[in-house]
């Protein structure tokens, strides 16, 4: 979980796939997998917590 959240700020700050794949020593796919997987886990806590609200 530590590394989607690592992969997720980098790209948030404009950092390319590749970059981050270099300097994390990963694969380019296996990050985009991983910006895909952070986006979306997010986005399913965010739906959460409004949904809660109501």
């Known amino acids: 979980m530590r590394a989607w959240a690592t992969v997720l700020a980098r790209r ?3 950092d390319s796939l ?3 794949a270099q300097d994390l ?3 380019p796919e296996t990050v985009k997998t991983y910006v895909k997987l952070a986006r ?3 986005k399913g806590t965010d739906e959460g ?3 809660n609200r109501q």
């Open 25 to 27: 020593g990963m694969k």
């Open 12 to 14: 948030e700050h404009g």
């Open 18 to 20: 590749a970059a981050i």
């Open 49 to 51: 917590a409004i949904e």
């Open 40 to 42: 979306k886990a997010l």
